[in-house]
């Protein structure tokens, strides 16, 4: 306080900063031990996406004799029916399932973004066509259409991703849009229309950075969702195919013999898929909410 | 009546308490009408809620008492409080629209108040509920019972909150803002209605204003809120004409275009009242803090001038030589004239010329159109400033749109510089928007909220100029300093700048690529009235030395008479009156006009608003702009029709050279000043027996 006192006297009012994402997320932080333990959750996916199939203690795809054992000191979430190390293959997984669902957010983040202001900012119908053809693809349900696409296309980690990305593009388009429509009747959209600029520069330059905060909350979210849908695909053996470790290939090896009393092999990959969403779901939730609080 | 005594609210946070209201003393004595004035956040609000005993949270009264009517309010029980808040002291909030229940007849909601506080039957609550809407002014009132808020424009809404308050015959009446949402037109009849009501009412009145003219034509005493304290408190005469805390006089300095202290000014913004400042709260606001008096360390304690004068200055007695007059500072040739008005306009070609200018906004759906621009015509000469003033929903902002061709008008021509602006490709107009730029109304609606100030200034001078980057910094903070902003605002984002500084940028953005024409969209009507006359005194300052000229948009007549050489007086897409600004203001000859002037409320006690020019105002409701009437747009309101007014659209009929009416009386001299001071003369006769 006395530090304000000597201060030189201010024409002035001071500059002021609004609180940056930092700083916003700093108290989001502070304030909610859900978000702290998603967060805790997303950083450790992210970083067995990078280092996962490293840290390894025993070869991911190749088959030994220690088939079916249970939980030990030596195979700690037990192994499977070749013989594979179960503990290291839930770790190595998230090079798959993380990736694919980044991939196939960003794609949609972006695709969807972008549809959603041009069709929002230039209205007419050839926007109107793009919002059929959304409402079409949003009036299936999702999870039919996946597999309808992947049986279709051929199974493979790219289709996979862009299955999932064409899932999501209705999401951040509709998001994108409705703030397009309020952002292009705000004055400022106007006032650089009076400076001289282009539309397409008002559009890209002014309504754009405006409107993307609700996005970037939902994606998050999405990613969870995204990582759901590649494991139920790979489950039903329309993604990802064994050997390649990958939680919901995983599940499905061990679901034959679950009944038997050899639970170890799904219940492991199961519970890491549930964390992860979750995770993802929390850190979301509180974008979200930081977003809808301060605009 | 309402004794209020050395009260303090204060709500302690964790670290920190903000000291809303210091030590304030406030008395409205019954059947008086006390002004209460202060900038927002002087605490105003809070000592409102304190004396209906609502403050607000964690808020707690820390000291002092209130007396009202011999009881002491604050050891009130919770239900005896109730039975004082509505049936003893009545609140007229100040959002008319937000106060009432969208979904419940207004007649419901006027008896239910009643009800709550009145042991009576729903026939008799259903009887005082029209008795009141007749006693507000409100026409048709049986209908107006029935009628959902929505229904309502916004001076009734006001009208039946004001009737509401007064359904119980309350002792005291505060009201808190009641006309700041609402046209001058409105304003003055909701004003003379609700200080008429209270009188046959025969309650006292607390009127929380910011405008000066408010106080100097209803109040008999005023009291100055700065940093939740008392400033000054004085009658209301001795306040416009001997104020001497330094607040007072730059309020007076920024609202009062006569007033001799002209110079006075506070800096920066509010005092924060959750880190008071040590000695007088105000010092770092003030040019006269001293040392040597003790504004830095010393409180200064509120001291009698007079008996009925008190201030909160330890310099009071040499604040006002200190403060300079009018004559000490700028030549007596300036300040004698208003500073725009002096000498005729350059008559020199136009710069832009409207030809028949019509714009319809259809009604999807519908072969309707909303009618917002018809037939508007008029010049604007290089270095002139043309005013437009109207009512909200005048069509005056469209017009301003129109002109820059940011809206497509549906027909008509715009000439700017000698090319019409229609027959110009897309390419050609927007090289053409370097010459001719905007100013919007609202300051942070306005600014691009994500990018700094700086990037937001720099993007015409892109767009315009083939300056490097250094040189376009370089111009940014030229043009910031043209605007009376330090270098730093340039990296600052909107969010976190005061209105007014945020309005200096805008206008920084809109000089950037040396325009020759400015539109001017009401560029003050959201600022704080210190605020407002800067943004004015700027734009005359920079017209000088740029060569500007402008549109000026406002419905804030005392500025467009300060600041325009010719004004366009529009009503209802149409313009009822042009002329120069010596004409318009000294002779108005539109009856439209004529109530326009008189309902504005000059900031002087000695010039209080008469019953004479009551008699100007205008009757009933403004048409719908969907379904104009056939004959006159204004038959149906004026003191003057003639049936010749309700079948014949009206021309605009020139008068002498520059000066055109749309009013076949006018023009062909049917209406005479004998004929106007005969109505005049009826309404004063019909005013006096309500007045005594």
Redesign the interface.
């Known amino acids: 306080?006395s530090a304000?006192?000597t201060q030189p006297?201010?024409?002035?009012?001071e500059?002021?900063?609004?609180a940056g994402f930092g700083a916003r997320v700093k108290e989001l932080l502070r304030t909610s031990w859900l978000f702290r333990i998603g967060l805790v959750i997303v950083v450790i996916a992210v970083i067995l996406a990078i280092i996962g199939p490293y840290i390894a203690r025993f070869p991911l795809e190749t088959a030994t004799l220690d088939t079916n054992e249970g939980p030990s000191s030596k195979h700690w979430f037990g192994t499977d029916s070749n013989g594979f190390d179960i503990f290291s293959r839930v770790l190595a997984a998230p090079r798959i399932d993380v990736s694919i669902a980044l991939a196939a957010t960003a794609i949609s983040l972006a695709i969807g973004s972008l549809l959603g202001l041009l069709t929002g900012y230039f209205r007419g119908w050839a926007g109107e066509s793009v919002m059929r053809v959304v409402d079409t693809i949003q009036a299936f349900p999702l999870f039919v259409l996946a597999i309808i696409v992947v049986v279709m296309t051929g199974r493979s980690i790219q289709n996979v991703i862009i299955v999932i990305a064409l899932l999501n593009i209705p999401i951040f388009l509709r998001m994108m849009r409705s703030q397009v429509l309020s952002l292009r009747e705000?004055?400022?959209v106007?006032?650089?229309?009076?400076?001289?600029?282009?539309e397409l520069n008002i559009a890209f330059g002014?309504v754009l950075?405006?409107g993307l905060s609700p996005g970037l909350a939902q994606a998050p979210i999405t990613m969870g969702f995204a990582i759901l849908v590649t494991a139920g695909l790979s489950f039903i053996g329309a993604g990802v195919q064994p050997p390649t470790p990958e939680w919901g290939a995983m599940i499905a090896s061990g679901a034959d013999t679950i009944v038997i009393g050899e639970w170890w092999t799904s219940v492991f990959p199961g519970i890491a898929i549930s964390l992860t969403v979750f995770g993802f779901a929390v850190v979301g939730e509180g974008l979200r909410a930081m977003y809808l609080r301060q605009g | 009546m309402l004794f209020v005594r050395d009260l303090s609210v204060e709500y302690p946070e964790i670290g920190r308490t903000t000291y809303a209201v210091n030590d304030v003393s406030l008395d409205v004595p019954a059947g008086s009408v006390v002004g209460l004035v202060g900038e927002s956040g002087s605490g105003k609000s809070t000592l409102t809620l304190a004396i209906l005993g609502l403050t607000r949270g964690r808020g707690r009264i820390a000291a002092g008492n209130i007396e009202f009517d011999g009881e002491n309010l604050l050891e009130l029980s919770e239900d005896a409080w109730r039975e004082i808040r509505g049936g003893q002291i009545g609140l007229v909030p100040q959002n008319p629209r937000g106060a009432l229940d969208p979904a419940e007849r207004i007649g419901m909601q006027i008896e239910e108040y009643y009800l709550a506080h009145r042991d009576a039957t729903t026939a008799e609550a259903n009887a005082r509920a029209l008795e009141l809407l007749t006693l507000v002014g409100i026409n048709d009132p049986e209908r107006r019972l029935r009628a959902f808020p929505h229904e309502l424009s916004g001076g009734m809404a006001q009208r039946v909150l004001i009737a509401m308050a007064l359904s119980c015959s309350p002792k005291l009446l505060i009201a808190d803002e009641p006309t700041s949402g609402l046209d001058v037109t409105i304003q003055a009849e909701v004003l003379d209605d609700m200080r008429r009501s209270v009188e046959a009412v025969g309650s006292s009145l607390l009127v929380i204003t910011q405008d000066l003219g408010i106080v100097a034509n209803y109040c008999d005493r005023v009291y100055i809120m700065h940093a939740g304290e008392i400033a000054e408190e004085a009658p209301v005469e001795r306040f416009f004409e001997n104020a001497t805390h330094p607040a007072t006089i730059a309020l007076l300095a920024a609202q009062d275009q006569h007033y001799e202290h002209e110079r006075v000014r506070l800096r920066g913004l509010p005092v924060n009242t959750r880190n008071l400042p040590s000695g007088c709260y105000l010092h770092r606001r003030c040019q006269f803090a001293d040392h040597a008096a003790g504004c830095h360390d010393v409180r200064p304690p509120l001291t009698d001038v007079l008996p009925d004068h008190r201030v909160r200055c330890h310099r009071f007695r040499e604040v006002p030589e200190l403060a300079g007059r009018r004559a000490d500072v700028g030549t007596p040739a300036e300040s004698a004239a208003p500073p725009h008005a002096r000498g005729a306009a350059p008559t020199n070609g136009a710069l832009l010329s409207v030809e028949g200018l019509v714009k319809h906004f259809p009604i999807p759906g519908s072969d309707a159109y909303v009618q917002a621009c018809q037939d508007v015509s008029f010049d604007v000469k290089p270095g002139e400033t043309l005013g437009v003033v109207g009512e909200s929903g005048s069509g005056k902002t469209t017009l301003g749109r129109c002109v820059l061709r940011l809206l497509e008008p549906t027909g008509g021509r715009v000439v700017f510089d000698g090319r019409d602006l229609h027959e110009l490709s897309k390419g050609e107009l927007r090289q053409l928007r370097k010459d001719m730029q905007i100013v919007y109304q609202e300051p942070f609606d306005s600014l691009n909220p994500l990018l700094s100030v700086g990037r937001q200034i720099r993007e015409p001078l892109k767009l315009h100029s083939d300056l490097s980057r250094s040189e376009r910094r370089e111009r940014v903070h030229e043009l910031l300093g043209l605007v009376g902003l330090p270098k730093a605002v340039a990296d600052a984002v909107p969010q976190g700048l005061s209105p007014g500084t945020l309005q200096r940028c805008s206008i920084a953005r809109a000089i950037a690529p040396n325009p020759k024409l400015i539109v001017l969209d009401e560029p003050t009507s959201a600022l704080p009235p210190e605020a407002e006359a800067d943004i004015i005194r700027l734009l005359n300052d920079l017209q000088e030395r740029l060569g500007l000229s402008y549109i000026f948009i406002s419905h804030d007549l005392a500025l467009v008479r300060e600041f325009c050489n010719r004004v366009v007086v529009m009503y209802l897409s149409q313009i009822v009156e042009i002329g120069t600004q010596e004409e318009l203001f000294a002779r108005p000859r539109h009856p439209y006009s004529r109530a326009l002037l008189a309902s504005v409320l000059e900031p002087n006690p000695r010039a209080k608003r008469d019953v004479g020019a009551r008699a100007e105002r205008l009757e009933g409701e403004i048409p719908s702009p969907i379904d104009l009437p056939s004959g006159c747009y204004l038959a149906s309101r004026c003191h003057f029709v003639r049936d010749r007014c309700r079948s014949e659209p009206q021309e605009l009929y020139p008068l002498v050279p520059g000066h055109d009416v749309r009013c076949w009386r006018v023009s062909e001299n049917d209406l005479t000043e004998a004929e106007i001071e005969e109505s005049r003369r009826r309404v004063a006769a019909s005013a006096n027996p309500d007045a005594g």
Do not use: C, K, W
């Open positions: 306080m304000t006192d006297e201010l024409e002035f009012e500059v002021l900063r609004p705000r004055t400022f106007e006032a650089a229309r009076s400076s001289g600029s282009r002014h950075p405006n």
